[in-house]
């Protein structure tokens, strides 16, 4: 075809016509595509995403299918010392946030086993410096029981459910360990001091004196003045046993 043929072809109505059904099929196809491709993707439709954190993530499976969104845990490995097991404390994307229907969410959930630790040597220590000891171990005390012993407030064993502990068992992190303490009293026994006959000022000097406790305070009478009173009677009596450990209460009974 010579130029002056094709000359003619392009500006025929034929070429004209052909040309125009081609521009309206391309731009048919491009009007189908971009309202399949906004459908196939939510074009324009978001939704808000629920606060997952401290839900258990079977809870979360059902809000996020309430929502039209996804949940995948992408971490099951934290432990803390606080929280439960199995328990959501992060996402991503983050609570509230818009994002469009079908969305996946990413769940940081707690431990549901706790890793073992071993426990420290805490014979010896202060009741205080053992807490944070366990805290720092990622452990904390649970029970504390006073035993005779002149060491004030000093671990002398530790337990967990019943059974004593060595430095160097393995417990679940997070355990409440059971502690053994002194009383700061030991098993010093004394004699029964005469209370009878002494004013309640007297009485309880002698008391704390001997490394005893006051006890129950009962009066016959209100007393004008309670320092004053004296005491008619005391539980035990001197007669009633010779000895008894120190830190055990003495009971009075006074009268004006």
């Known amino acids: ?115 073992q630790v071993r426990i420290p040597n805490l014979i010896d220590v202060s009741k205080r410096q053992a807490e944070a000891i366990l805290y720092s171990y990622g452990l904390k005390s649970g029970k504390v029981e006073y035993k005779p012993d002149l ?30 303490l002194g009383d700061g009293l030991g098993n010093t026994e004394v004699n029964i001091p005469t209370l009878v006959g002494l004013t309640l ?3 309880l000097f002698v008391i704390r004196g001997s490394g005893l406790l006051p ?3 009962e009066y016959l009478k209100t007393p004008s003045d309670s320092m004053s009173a004296k005491v008619v009677s005391q539980t035990p009596q001197p007669g009633d046993t010779m000895l008894v450990k120190q830190g055990d209460a003495i009971h009075l009974v006074l009268q004006p």
């Open 1 to 115: 075809m010579s130029s002056s043929d094709l000359h003619l072809f392009i500006r025929s109505k034929l070429f004209v016509k052909h040309l125009l059904m081609c521009i309206s099929a391309v731009l048919v196809i491009l009007v189908l595509a971009y309202l399949w491709l906004g459908a196939y993707t939510n074009h324009g439709t978001t939704v808000e995403v629920p606060d997952f954190k401290g839900l258990k993530l079977a809870k979360a499976v059902e809000l996020a299918a309430a929502s039209d969104l996804l949940v995948e845990v992408s971490d099951s490995s934290v432990f803390i010392l606080d929280k439960a097991p199995g328990v959501i404390i992060d996402q991503d994307p983050s609570p509230r946030e818009a994002v469009k229907l079908g969305r996946k969410v990413y769940l940081t959930i707690t431990r549901t086993v706790p890793p």
């Open 215 to 217: 006890g129950r305070i």
């Open 201 to 203: 000022e007297e009485a």
């Open 151 to 180: 060491a004030k407030d000093v671990v002398l064993s530790v337990s967990f459910r019943g059974k004593t502990l060595s430095p160097g068992d393995e417990v679940p992190k997070g355990s409440a360990l059971d502690l053994a």
